[in-house]
């Protein structure tokens, strides 16, 4: 599993026109990338991680300081793009998959009592952020 951690003063998700998610004070916004052989280990790393690094200001955790976060799926981190111009996405797992797993990040988020945001799975989303500092984290489980 894959996530890119970004530290943001706003953030919202897009989908058919229709805002789907938000967050309207600094928070995290995380994309999160499943793979193969990702299951319940690597869901509970990620989402302890997230909420535990303290990348916000003061440096503070999302934990520490009662951020949101936004969580939207992206296969794309899984892109292999060693050869030719196509990335191709072998690595990424499937829908019925991934799926299950991006909730059970966005739920183990919200079992430590963060105010999770998300995407629409397997939708054109829209993401739109203003990146806060910048900071851009990748973790990797």
Do not use: C
Request: hydrophobic share 50%; net charge negative; proline share 6%.
């Amino acid at each position: 599993m894959r996530a890119v951690v970004q530290r943001v003063t706003r953030a919202s998700v897009t989908v058919d026109g229709e805002v789907v998610g938000r967050l309207d004070r600094p928070g995290l916004v995380v994309l999160v990338g499943v793979t193969h052989e990702d299951g319940p280990d690597q869901v509970a790393l990620i989402a302890r991680k997230v909420a535990e690094l303290r990348i916000l200001r003061d440096e503070q955790s999302a934990s520490d300081a009662g951020a949101p976060v936004l969580v939207v799926s992206q296969f794309t981190l899984y892109a292999d793009t060693r050869k030719g111009r196509r990335p191709t996405w072998n690595a990424a797992a499937p829908g019925p998959v991934a799926e299950p797993l991006v909730d059970a990040v966005v739920a183990a988020l919200r079992e430590r009592g963060l105010e999770v945001a998300t995407g629409v799975f397997g939708a054109d989303m829209a993401v739109e952020l203003v990146n806060d500092g910048p900071v851009t984290i990748l973790l990797e489980a």
